[in-house]
């Protein structure tokens, strides 16, 4: 299984996060969230 692609899913309405999606070859998908906080 391998990284086949990478992308950011940013809503307007949620200014601090940012969600990750990441698909495999295999047709995985995953899903991550971020959140920017000054204290980071």
């Known amino acids: 299984m391998k990284i086949a ?4 899913v ?6 601090n996060i940012l969600f990750v999606r990441i698909h495999t ?4 998908i995953g899903l991550g969230e971020t959140y920017y906080t000054p204290d980071a």
């Open 5 to 8: 692609k990478i992308e950011t």
């Open 25 to 28: 070859d295999s047709g995985l």
């Open 10 to 15: 940013h809503v307007a309405e949620f200014a």
